[in-house]
């Protein structure tokens, strides 16, 4: 074996430790945090008020009051909790796991789309290392009750839908998952344009469907 394959080998192994200790740090972390019963970052009880109302049958967008003041981001994170809360009690718990969720699903879409293009289940792994790898560099939003995780898997999924599915398929699956993060976040607004050059690019009846 020559040398230039033994450090090819090695940068590979010493790559796959580093990736693997990634994945392992963020789940343990995650894990760890997902059963604190404080909030970890200042948004989370006002977060979880909004899917406490939807439960109690309140509305969520009324003025002002000292009790409560909604946030100014669209409802669908907040119906999505409440789900949660129905199935795992009113906590921060179910604000988390949500986001939780939402993080390893992303992970796993990165790492699908990598390894339909590469053929590399190596590539794909990595993929999704690197992803969770980012956890300190987005402020650790990955598994707290804030929007942020769940509207980037619904990005995340209608680009994807957008890459893999061709023709009337891809356009309403992606079409429909941007949509979807648009109810949670409005910055999805800034990302049509984008998928609709693609759609372009590829079929023009399929821009026309998606931008639909």
Request: net charge positive.
């Amino acid at each position: 074996m020559s040398t230039g394959t033994q450090v090819t080998k090695a940068t590979k192994l010493l790559v796959a430790i580093l990736a693997s200790g990634f994945v392992l740090l963020f789940l343990v972390l995650a894990v760890m945090r997902l059963a604190y019963p404080y909030e970890v970052e200042w948004m989370e009880g006002a977060m979880l008020d909004h899917s406490v109302r939807i439960i109690e049958g309140n509305p969520i967008y009324t003025a002002p009051t000292i009790d409560f003041v909604p946030w100014l981001y669209p409802p669908l994170y907040y119906y999505a909790v409440a789900v949660a809360m129905k199935l795992f009690g009113i906590g921060f718990f179910a604000g988390r796991i949500v986001s939780f969720v939402s993080t390893i699903v992303t992970a796993a879409l990165l790492a699908w789309v990598v390894r339909r293009i590469t053929q590399k289940h190596v590539y794909a792994f990595l993929t999704a290392a690197l992803y969770l790898a980012t956890y300190h560099a987005t402020g650790f939003y990955f598994d707290i009750a804030r929007n942020d995780a769940f509207f980037t898997l619904l990005l995340v999924g209608s680009a994807c839908a957008a890459l893999v599915f061709k023709g009337m398929p891809g356009a309403v699956a992606s079409g429909v998952m941007l949509s979807l993060a648009f109810l949670t976040k409005q910055q999805a607004l800034f990302f049509f344009p984008a998928l609709a050059m693609w759609f372009w690019m590829r079929s023009k009846p399929s821009a026309i469907i998606f931008s639909a």
